[in-house]
């Protein structure tokens, strides 16, 4: 299974790396349309507030910066994409302010390596959890979506802070294909947290909906 998808994600790459580069726009467009759609003045103060209040610590506190949290969540990133590639984990290495290491057994492919810098691990925890307290049926409480906009300041700028030319896992995936793929699969990222913020669950296939006209309507004027 591991060989098979290793495979299949070769193949996908450079056609990926072209969609998500004419994504950015239709992209771009859909996340404006939910946040217009969906935006309230209690989602301003309970997620957008404690988003820049958390980028703003970042600046003030210097220590935030390669911290050990930020590495573990970064090198766990991998670890979980490296899982769901069917890779079995080798060894897992956090030092504070001087990075880390996460090998597993198998070749490997670009999904594990650029993970980190587009999927949010700890605000997707958050979102994880609300699922299960969804399940009682009651409203979230304004404490949940504070934790989840601190949780997304934090990797905003945790992510930051990891690009850099330098970057090792950057020399893996490729730094073509890195330049390309990065700035549009952010984009339909966090226009898909914003969905979830603006609209719960229901937001996820609203974003696509509206991602899915939006790159029809693109490519119909200009291809």
Known sequence: MQKFINFFLALLKWPLAILMVLAIFPALKTDIIILYNGLTLSILGTFFLPLLIMIGIWFIIPKLKGSFISILEHEVTHMIFALLTFHVPQDITVHRGQGGYFSYFGRGNWLISLAPYFFPTSAALVMALGGFYALTGEAFPMGYWIILGLMTG???????????????????AGYTFTILFLPGINLITYGLLMAYVCHGFKGFPLYMREFCDQITLFLNIFI
């Open 154 to 172: 934090y990797h905003i700028m945790s992510t930051m802070d990891e690009i850099h030319s330098e970057q090792i896992d950057f020399k893996d």
